[in-house]
């Protein structure tokens, strides 16, 4: 019973001394996390032989190997992050830029990284790098600076995405994002640019303050001729219910007149009294005159 615990323990013990000497790529067991890609080469090499069979990808998790005959190489699973150097840039309209961008991707084929990359990853940066800033001048030099700068931007960040992840894919990289961080003007040529802006600007405020004084005398000659016309039939509709009031008034008073053309006069010559003699004013006529004969009972 005791022998069989203490073979229990020590297997216990090497199995716990193998996954610890996996976790640094020695003995047969592989430890593979979940931000990782191993490679098990055998001899050394990727290249598949009848001496030197295929190499094998490990998963997440564990796996084995020959010792001494087999070699792990270790390779990032997660997206990586890789800023590049300002690069001067000439526009289709020639406006020079400087233009500074980032790249985000990942190791997608680790095998093929590995035969395209013997050397490490600042080989895969140094390529990535170049074929980004090529593609970068390529898409930017067939815009206008304008298009660079407001319109296009995030068009032109797509494309550049694009073209740059089919161009890698043959490396085994996978790139997820081109971004540009900065559109600058060149030292020395801000000035002379902002110059042509105002210019334009300015250019463009005398045009619509042109427009707009012309369509201003267009609407107020407008408003004017609307408000004359206006005018005009308002007061030809007052002349017009002036003679018709002017006509009613004078067929009430002949008819009156006719119905009893003695009071009709006497009550005319009271009017007359009470729009001419107000209070304290002196008349000084004949009391035969003809202005006192309704008073008379003439």
């Known amino acids: 019973m005791k022998r069989l615990i203490m073979s229990v323990l020590l297997l216990a013990v090497v199995a716990v001394g193998l996954l610890q000497l996996g976790r640094f790529g020695i ?3 592989v430890i593979t996390r979940e931000d990782e890609q191993k490679i098990v080469l055998f001899l050394s090499s990727a290249e598949p032989s009848l ?3 295929q190499p094998i990808l490990t998963e997440p998790g564990l796996s084995l190997r020959f010792p001494l005959l087999t070699d792990v190489r270790v390779f990032d699973r997660r997206y990586l992050y890789l800023n590049t150097e300002p690069l001067p840039i000439q526009t289709r309209d020639e406006e020079r830029l400087v233009v500074d961008n980032y790249v985000i991707w990942r190791i997608r084929d680790p095998l093929l990284f590995f035969k395209s990359f013997p050397t490490g990853p600042a080989q895969a940066e140094s390529q990535i790098d170049r074929v980004v800033r090529a593609d970068v001048r390529e898409v930017i030099g067939r815009r206008t600076f304008g ?4 319109s296009a931007r995030r068009e ?7 073209q740059s992840d089919r161009s890698l894919r043959a490396f085994g990289i996978e790139v997820r994002d081109v971004r540009i961080n900065r559109t600058e003007l060149p030292a020395g040529t801000e000035q002379n640019v902002y110059a042509r802006m105002r210019a334009e600007r300015q250019r463009l405020a005398r045009k619509y303050r042109a427009e707009g004084e012309e369509e201003g005398r267009r609407i107020r000659a407008e408003a004017e001729r609307k408000a004359r016309v206006t005018l005009a039939e308002a007061e030809r509709d007052a002349e017009i219910l002036r003679g018709e009031g002017d006509a009613k008034a004078a067929a009430i008073h002949a008819e009156a007149y006719q119905q009893a053309p003695a ?6 010559s009271l009017e007359a009294y009470r729009k001419t003699l107000s209070e304290r004013t002196t008349l000084v006529v004949s009391p035969e005159h003809e202005f006192f004969k309704p008073l008379m009972g003439e």
């Open 51 to 53: 001496l030197n069979p």
């Open 147 to 150: 298009e660079v700068v407001t």
């Open 263 to 268: 009071f009709y006069t006497f009550w005319r």
């Open 156 to 162: 032109l960040m797509r494309t550049i995405t694009e």
């Open 27 to 29: 003995g047969p067991v």
